[in-house]
C-alpha cells in the first residue's frame, strides 16, 4: 500500500489526500453512483434468482470510475481522485447486497408460502431493516467490537486495486500477480478469495474457520455423521452468538464511565461510548421496525397478547444478534452465514411456538439484517486504508460520511429497483433458492431432538468463543466455516495459512504488507471472475 508518488515506502501509507473530501452529492459522483446503483441491483437480484448466489461488485464500481478518469474530458478529472473512486465502488456494493440479500430474499418468502399480500409491508419492513443496518455499521466501525485493523477482506481486495490503478510500480505488478493467481484458480473452481483471505486473517480465526470447513465437508466419510442433519452447526453458532453478543456488552460496560489515561485509552473509551449509542439507537430501531411489521402484516390478530409481546421481543433479539454475527463474520472471513444464521433464528422461532404466518415475517426480517450491515463494513475498511487509516482524523471522518451517503443512495436505488422488477420475477416463479428451505421449515416444524441437538451443541460454541475472546472469535468462525458445505474451500484456507507461515519464517515480518497487497489481489481476481462468470450463466437461462 503505497503512495502514488512511489512504489517504495510504506505498504500502508495513502496515496496524496486532497484538501478536502470528494463529496458523494456532487453531480458528477452523484450520477456514477445511481447509474452504478442500478446496474448492480439489477445484477444482484438477477444473479441470487437464477443461481442462489450475489457477487461482490465492489471492484466493478472502482473499475468504471478509473476508466472515466482516463477520458480527456474536464467533466471526468474528479475520478482520478481515489476518493472517488472508492465512493464508486461504495455505491454499487451496496445496492448490489442491498437489493439481492436484504430485499429480493425477504420478500420472496412470504410469496413462497402462499401469502402474497405480506409482500408489501414485508419490503417496508426490510426496507427499513437494510438502512438501519448500514447506518448502525457507520456508527460502530472502528469501536471496540469492530476494529478498522481487522482484516475486512473484500475492503482491502478494493483498496489495492483502487491503490494499484493509482500508482502503478511494484505494488501494482504483485496485485496484479495476485489477480492472476486468483483468476487462474476460480477457472478451475477453486474458492481463491479463501485463499487470500487466509494470507491476511487473524491466524486463530483462520484456523478456527478451516477447521469447521473441513469437519462440514468431511464428517460423514469420517465418522459417519451428518453434522447438518444433526443441527450441530446450528447449536454451535446459537452458543458462540450468545457469548457473542456478551462480549460486546462486557466492552461497552468496561469503558462506561471511566476516565481514560492516555490517547489510547482515550480513543477506546469514545469508540466504546459511541458503540454503546448506536447499540441503544439500533435497538429502539428494530423493536419499531418488528411493531411495524407486526402491525402491516396483520399478524397481530392470530396471537395472544403474551405471544405477540414475545415475539416482539424476540424479532428485535434475533435481528440484532444476527447482524453482530453475520458482521463478525464478514470482518474476520470475508464469508457471512446470513442465510444459515436466520435459519437458526426461524428454527428457535419455531420451538417457541409462534404461528406459522409470524415466523414467515421472523424469517424475511432477520434474513434482511446483516448483509448491509457487513458491506459497509467492507467498504468503509476500503475507505479507511485508502484515507491513510486515520493518519488525518477530521479527513478520516469525513470521508466516512461521505462513504456512508453514497451506500445510503445505493440502498434507496435497491429499494426502487426492487419496487419495480419483483413482481416480473415472481410472475416467473423466480426468488431465491434458499427461500424453498425456509418455507419447508416453518411447515415442518422442529422436533424434541433437534431441539436437544440445538441446547447440547451450544455449550461446546459458548466455550470455544469464552476461550478465543472477542478478538479472535473462534467460537463464530468455527461455527460459520461448519455452516457452509464446500470443503473445498477448507483445503485453501489450509494451504493459505500454510503458506504464509512459511514466507513469514522465510522472509520475515516485513514481508507482511506485501502479502496484503498479493492477497488484495487473489480476492479481487476471484471476485471479478465470480461476477462474470455467474453474469454470464445468468443470461444464459
Given at each position: 500500500m503505497n503512495t502514488p508518488a512511489s512504489a517504495a515506502g510504506s505498504a500502508h501509507a495513502a496515496p496524496s489526500e486532497p484538501a478536502s473530501h470528494p463529496r458523494a452529492l456532487a453531480p458528477g459522483n452523484l450520477i456514477l453512483t445511481?447509474?452504478?446503483?442500478?446496474?448492480?441491483?439489477?445484477?444482484?437480484?438477477?444473479?441470487l434468482a437464477s443461481l442462489g448466489i450475489t457477487p461482490s461488485t465492489s471492484l466493478i464500481g472502482a473499475l468504471a470510475a478509473m476508466t472515466l478518469a482516463r477520458i480527456p474530458l474536464a467533466m471526468f478529472q474528479g475520478f482520478r481522485s481515489v476518493h472517488s473512486q472508492n465512493l464508486a465502488q461504495t455505491s454499487i456494493s451496496s445496492a448490489t447486497f442491498g437489493a439481492a440479500n436484504s430485499l429480493f430474499l425477504p420478500i420472496g418468502i412470504p410469496f413462497l408460502f402462499g401469502l402474497p399480500d405480506m409482500v408489501m409491508p414485508m419490503l417496508v419492513g426490510v426496507s427499513l431493516a437494510m438502512l438501519l443496518d448500514a447506518w448502525l455499521l457507520y456508527r460502530m466501525f472502528d469501536t471496540p467490537a469492530f476494529p478498522a485493523r481487522n482484516p475486512w477482506p473484500l475492503g482491502i481486495a478494493a483498496a489495492e486495486a483502487i491503490k494499484a490503478g493509482d500508482s502503478g510500480g511494484k505494488q501494482a505488478r504483485l496485485l496484479l500477480g495476485g489477480l492472476a493467481t486468483g483468476v487462474a484458480g476460480a477457472v478451475f473452481s477453486l474458492p481463491m478469495s479463501a485463499f487470500g483471505v487466509a494470507l491476511i486473517g487473524g491466524l486463530g480465526a483462520m484456523t478456527a474457520f478451516g477447521i469447521g470447513l473441513l469437519l462440514r465437508g468431511y464428517s460423514m466419510p469420517l465418522f459417519g455423521l451428518d453434522i447438518a442433519k444433526l443441527y450441530i452447526p446450528h447449536g454451535m453458532m446459537i452458543g458462540a452468538g450468545l457469548v457473542a453478543l456478551v462480549q460486546v456488552g462486557l466492552v461497552v460496560?468496561?469503558?462506561?464511565?471511566?476516565p481514560a489515561a492516555g490517547a489510547g485509552n482515550t480513543a477506546d473509551a469514545q469508540g466504546a461510548a459511541r458503540l454503546g449509542r448506536s447499540l441503544r439507537l439500533g435497538t429502539a430501531g428494530y423493536l419499531a421496525i418488528t411493531l411495524l411489521l407486526t402491525v402491516g402484516t396483520g399478524i397481530y390478530t392470530g396471537m395472544s397478547f403474551g405471544?405477540?409481546?414475545a415475539f416482539v421481543i424476540y424479532g428485535t433479539f434475533a435481528a440484532f444478534v444476527h447482524e453482530l454475527i453475520v458482521g463478525i463474520a464478514a470482518m474476520h472471513s470475508g464469508w457471512f452465514p446470513a442465510f444459515a444464521v436466520a435459519l437458526i433464528t426461524l428454527l428457535i422461532g419455531i420451538?417457541?411456538?409462534f404461528p406459522p404466518e409470524a415466523l414467515v415475517v421472523l424469517a424475511g426480517f432477520s434474513a434482511a439484517t446483516g448483509p448491509a450491515f457487513a458491506d459497509m463494513g467492507y467498504d468503509l475498511k476500503a475507505g479507511h486504508l485508502l484515507r491513510g487509516e486515520g493518519t488525518d482524523p477530521a479527513f478520516e471522518m469525513e470521508g466516512r460520511r461521505q462513504q456512508m451517503i453514497a451506500g445510503m443512495i445505493g440502498f434507496v436505488v435497491a429499494i426502487v429497483v426492487v419496487l419495480a422488477t419483483y413482481h416480473i420475477f415472481f410472475a416467473n416463479k423466480q426468488t431465491a433458492p434458499i427461500n424453498a428451505a425456509y418455507v419447508a421449515a416453518i411447515k415442518a416444524g422442529i422436533s424434541i431432538e433437534t431441539a436437544k441437538s440445538l441446547a447440547l451443541w451450544a455449550i461446546p460454541g459458548a466455550i470455544l468463543q469464552v476461550l478465543g475472546g472477542p478478538r479472535q472469535q473462534l467460537g463464530v468462525?468455527?461455527?460459520?466455516?461448519?455452516?457452509?458445505a464446500f470443503p473445498a474451500a477448507g483445503w485453501m484456507v489450509a494451504l493459505g495459512i500454510a503458506v504464509r507461515l512459511v514466507v513469514l519464517r522465510i522472509a520475515g515480518a516485513g514481508v507482511r504488507d506485501r502479502m496484503e497487497v498479493f492477497?488484495?489481489?487473489?480476492?479481487?481476481?476471484?471476485?471479478l471472475y465470480s461476477f462474470f462468470s455467474g453474469a454470464f450463466k445468468a443470461l444464459r437461462k
Open positions: 445511481v447509474v452504478l446503483s442500478v446496474f448492480g441491483a439489477i445484477v444482484g437480484i438477477q444473479l460496560a468496561k469503558h462506561s464511565g471511566k405471544m405477540l409481546v420451538l417457541i411456538g468462525l468455527f461455527a460459520t466455516g461448519l455452516l457452509i492477497a488484495g489481489g487473489v480476492i479481487a481476481g476471484d471476485a
